[in-house]
């Protein structure tokens, strides 16, 4: 694997509550791309960074922020956690070309009472 | 905006069986990547396909891009227990600029000793 880890793996918190996911790869990728999984649904992007301080949105972008102030560590902010935000989240690098395959982290399991 | 839909959602096949799953883009493809997670797992990488028409194979796994370029399909052969996961299929849209990867929904196998 590509030197991804995910910080928490496992998180249980309350309906709005901020929640933070971290990111983080040892490979100088370029790319990083934060997904949730849920049944039904497979994979869907909630944002996306093409460099330090570059982020866009993806489908899913609502209720969620990031941030990326180095390289290496990608941050996922849910500003005010909802019940619909329960899931599982995946953090995703490609190398310099966007062409490239994506490397996923062990994911994080997330959960909103 | 580009929807990728993969069928069939679930198959259980009999140790040994063949097994295939689609996935159809709504719009043409630059490429379409292929990934395997395992049950509890992250999604893997498999397969990059470019080319319209394109076909590769890994051992008993057999790719193939359609001449349209919006379209695709994995095939297994005589299917084996370490077969069991979701495969995904994703796909990277064609009208220039960066363009987000699109996963389908999955297809989730189950191999029958």
């Known amino acids: 694997d590509a030197g991804i880890t995910q910080s928490p793996r496992h998180k249980v918190t309350e309906t709005g509550t901020p929640v933070t996911l971290r990111c983080h790869q040892t490979?100088?990728?370029?790319?990083m791309y934060w997904y949730r999984q849920d049944p039904g649904h497979g994979l869907r992007l909630i944002h996306y960074?093409?460099?330090?301080?570059?982020?866009d949105k993806g489908e899913v972008s609502d209720g969620y922020s990031v941030s990326r102030s180095k390289t290496e560590d990608f941050l996922l902010t849910l500003e005010s956690a909802t019940s619909s935000q329960t899931s599982v989240y995946f953090c995703?690098?490609?190398?310099?070309?966007?062409?490239?395959?994506?490397?996923f982290g062990p994911g994080t399991r997330l959960t909103v009472l | 905006g580009q929807q990728v839909m993969q069928i069939p959602q679930y198959q259980h096949v009999q140790e040994g069986e063949d097994f295939t799953t689609y996935c159809n883009s709504s719009?043409?493809?630059?490429?379409i990547q292929w990934y395997k997670q395992r049950p509890g797992g992250h999604p893997v990488f498999l397969i990059q396909?470019?080319?319209?028409?394109e076909v590769k194979k890994q051992k008993r796994l057999t790719f193939q891009f359609g001449e349209a370029k919006k379209n695709s399909s994995l095939h297994i052969t005589a299917t084996q227990t370490t077969d069991v996961g979701t495969y995904f299929c994703?796909?990277?849209?064609?009208?220039?600029?960066?363009?987000?990867?699109?996963f389908g929904t999955g297809t989730k196998l189950q191999v029958i000793p």
């Open positions: 995703a690098t490609t190398p310099r070309d966007q062409y490239n395959e994506q490397f």
């Open positions: 490979e100088n990728h370029r790319y």
């Open positions: 960074s093409y460099g330090v301080k570059d982020t």
């Open positions: 719009t043409t493809l630059s490429n």
């Open positions: 396909l470019v080319k319209s028409g």
């Open positions: 994703a796909g990277r849209g064609d009208s220039g600029g960066y363009q987000k990867v699109t």
